[in-house]
């Protein structure tokens, strides 16, 4: 399995007592977490990290549905102090170069009020995605921006 394989706890719900999930938030070695879980057990597991005062990197989505994503999100807003407690969830289009340039032309423009994305995905008949609902982060994109500004 490796060689550090013998030397890392494993905490899990069946790999018994004191080695549960809710053990590893307890520990106060451990300032931080990120959730790779199947998407709809995310949350359950995003908000006992943030009650436990870990800061979580989670994945996208993060929820099964919009009535579990709102909750999570009103949870965090409403419950956590964010000077203490960082919650992100992991998306790579910031750091693309042709993002990176967008937010420095965006921050030309002054300030601005509230803007809308709209992404348009193109998938080749025959592509793994095609007539998928979601789509792979593999697929180019072209992306509408429309900014409100005074």
């Known amino acids: 399995m490796g060689e550090f394989a013998g030397q ?15 053990d590893l938030l307890l520990r106060s070695d451990i300032d931080a977490i990120i959730v790779a879980l199947p998407i709809k057990n995310q949350p359950e597991y995003i908000e006992a990290a ?3 005062g870990k800061h979580v990197l989670s994945e996208k989505p993060v929820a099964e549905n919009l ?5 999570i999100i009103q949870f965090y807003n409403k419950n956590i102090d964010k000077s203490k407690v960082t ?5 790579n289009f910031r750091f693309l170069e042709s993002y990176a340039y967008a937010s420095q032309e965006v921050e030309k423009l002054g300030k601005i009020l509230g803007f809308q994305v709209k992404i348009f995905n193109y998938v080749e008949p025959g ?8 789509l792979s982060s593999h697929i180019s994109s072209q992306m509408l921006i429309e900014l409100y500004r005074n």
Request: hydrophobic share 25%; proline share 0%; net charge negative.
């Open 8 to 22: 890392v706890d494993l905490y899990s719900n069946d790999s018994g007592s004191g080695k549960t999930y809710h």
């Open 50 to 52: 943030l009650k436990a």
């Open 67 to 71: 009535e579990d994503a709102e909750h």
């Open 87 to 91: 919650w992100g969830v992991a998306e």
């Open 127 to 134: 592509n793994q995605w095609y007539g998928k609902s979601r």
